[in-house]
């Protein structure tokens, strides 16, 4: 996205980069959760899926995650839970 100036996208970078950056660091939190339980491996082709999307509130907890293919996940994307 361009930006009018430097303090323009200073603005964007505090409003929004904050918030990816912590839904992120939550999303690696639960890979490597997952991997040391044994559940993924690296390089596995596996997506850890919160059931309850992180950016709608949801945790990391034990019941809310679980390790399904890529292309399971990347179907549902932040869809309401049915």
Known sequence: MPYK???DKAAHDKEYGKKTKDLRVKRNKARREAIREGRASKGD??????EIPLSKGGGNGDGNTRVVSAK???????????
């Open 5 to 7: 100036d430097k303090a």
């Open 72 to 82: 399971t996940n990347l179907k549902k994307y932040n869809k309401d839970k049915a």
């Open 45 to 50: 082709g596996t997506h850890v899926d919160h």
